[in-house]
């Protein structure tokens, strides 16, 4: 849920949008915001599986310091999430584990 | 480092945060070269995500909003010239007093004089069943996505914790447009400052005190919380379980220090759990045990942002004056005035001292007209209240942990006290505005705005709807940044208990 306008903040101004594809799935981010709030905003928690029980994981910190968001950005694995700025066309993937590296 | 020339710099921060900026401010305001390195893309550190007045005294930003603060301390900056380096994360602290770093995947190095470690805090987990499902956060992550990024991480919060943190938070959830579900504190009784805590309680929020989080309940992510009474060792009191239908805990259980590079460089180290943990010894100057090497802020201790600024300054000077750019005169000087304002912030609070309730009017003043209403009777490290009287009404003076005193006789009622207290916690009241009613002014910063002219529902210091008001006025002024001041007509009988209006559900 985005907090569009706000008592103290005002209204939020940002306009220019960026589309990211999530496992496959096409969404609009604002420009400049970490991939984990484009997430939320998107109603996405669940950003990665552990690699020994398989439990799902999301953002704890949100200032890049638990690594509990880490997802596989543009074919790389573990980026914090929290804190890697959205991009046109950026590839986002759910890690399962530790992830691999989907660069060839 | 390889064979790449080491840049060099007579004072290198690292940590672009309260105490790191402030720290750089001072270096440089006495001629020192600076570099602040920082591992963020802006600078500010949590500063930015602060949208409440801060607590303090009024000469030193005491009443702005902390990002406001921020973006004070980065003109500064600018202005005296301090560089900032971002993206720049520094890994290691070299024996010949070089830092390392590394920026856009390529290491780097600087070498200063001096050092001052600024890197802040780490927020603390919490175990319990359930605690690992998305949907749990550290309520400084929830603060960061919710005044930074603009996007809430649920509707119905459970927060855990009833710090300072806890309860600002809390109250930011609610100025962003979620509810709080409630506030659970495993302690017998909350931690926060009082008038943080009445804001909340006016909000209609449920305090659990003596309660703790049993469960976070949910498949893939959080979809609900068992909360459970505890006896007075924390042991879960069978039967007291209690479902509460949340989608997101917000756990506010304080923080520790992000201790990595002093560690690196060596520095000795103490165990005090008050701040924190394991924190590096520092002397009077904030030099560690390893020469030239500095601390301020969070990692020498966890306290409020207020203190780590002052600790940044006493960096700053102390940095300075031993390499050689103050005289010793010149750097007691402006030590003293730094070690005075950390002392008076740093007094003791103790929410159990009820002070005689020396900012409520006498009853005879409440009938002569418009008067100022102060419920603040704290040790709080704050005077903005003082400054903001022209009249002479207000005393705090020193310590600035006073409670505030009303001299009623010179209270012209006014008002211009209320927006300048960040607690929230002056009201002004004309008991005998009309024969049947009375008028309150207080301040408010939710949405939605209610009307002029329409009718809502007030509520008591607890947040129960005990009559009907209408709205007579609202204010909002630029200098208030943000801080609206309603004046409501209440029948008179209530002009003692009414302190707001219903802020959920269809009270507006």
Known sequence: ?104 | MGEEIIKKSQVVVIGAGPAGLCAAIEARKAGATVLVLDENDRPGGQLFKQIHKFFGSGKHWAGLRGFRIGENLLKEAGQLGVKILLNAEVYGIFDDMTVGYIRNGVEKAIKGERIIIATGGIENALPFPGGTLPGVMGAGGVQTMVNIHRVLPGKKILMVGSGNVGVIVSYQLMQAGAEVVGIVEAAGRVRAYEVHLNKIKRAGVPIYTSHVVKEAIGKDEVEGAIIARVDDNLNIIEGSEKHLDVDCLCIAVGLNPQIELPYIAGCKFSYIPERGGYIPVFDENMETSVKGIYVAGDVAGIEEASIAMEEGRLAGIACAGSLGLYDKETEEKLKKEVKKILRAMRTKHDSRIIHSLTGIPSNDRFEKGPVAVIECKEEIPCNPCESACVFGAIKVGEPITNPPVLFEEKCTGCGRCIPKCPGMAIFLIHKNYTDKTSLIKFPYEYLPVPEKGGLVSCVNRNGEIISRGRIIDIKASKKDDGTKIIAMEIPKEYFNDVRGIQIRGDGI
């Open chain 1, 1 to 104: 849920m985005r907090v569009n306008y706000h008592p103290i903040l005002g209204k939020d101004e940002r306009k220019k949008l960026v589309k990211i594809v999530v496992d496959g799935r096409e969404m609009m981010a604002v420009k400049g915001e970490p991939i984990a709030a484009a997430l939320l905003a998107n109603g996405i928690r669940k950003l990665r599986k552990t690699r020994k029980k398989g439990e799902y994981r999301g953002v704890f910190c949100g200032i890049g310091r638990c690594t509990d968001c880490a997802m596989i950005v543009d074919e790389i694995p573990n980026i914090r999430t929290c804190i890697t700025p959205v991009k046109e066309g950026m590839q986002i993937i759910t890690q399962e584990g530790l992830g691999k590296w989907e660069r060839k």
